[in-house]
């Protein structure tokens, strides 16, 4: 089985930032790619970003040029660094990682961000 544990959510004003981080544990041999994933209410989940295990790097549109993610390989952790946080950013954020053939997916955690 594979385990992730998310950290890092919390409740932010506008312009602020908060830095998520996921840290996958278990019966792990390689790890395809590493991401997250929001969902507002009434909204359906919608990629955040993705970063592969070479590196390459994906960002939604609207968090483009204001969230960085990174992963540390050696700890199987994947980051989201959130700057310039809009309230349009509210949601429940969901780590998700892919290992070979399975996805993974963590249980939420909730970013509030008030104007």
């Known amino acids: 089985q594979v385990q992730l544990v998310e950290s890092g959510g919390g409740a932010v004003q506008a312009g602020g930032s908060l830095r998520l981080s996921c840290a996958a544990s278990?019966?792990?041999?390689?790890?395809?790619?590493m991401g997250w994933y929001r969902q507002a209410p009434g909204k359906q989940r919608e990629l955040v970003a993705r970063?592969?295990?070479?590196?390459?790097?994906n960002y939604g549109d609207s968090v483009k040029g204001r969230f960085t993610i990174s992963r540390d390989n050696a700890k199987n952790t994947v980051y989201l660094q959130m700057n310039s946080l809009k309230p349009e950013d509210t949601a429940v954020y969901y780590c998700?990682?892919?290992?070979?053939?399975?996805?993974?997916w963590g249980q939420g955690t909730q970013v509030t961000v008030s104007s």
């Open positions: 970063i592969t295990n070479g590196g390459n790097t």
């Open positions: 278990g019966s792990i041999l390689s790890i395809n790619s």
């Open positions: 998700r990682v892919f290992v070979r053939t399975t996805l993974y």
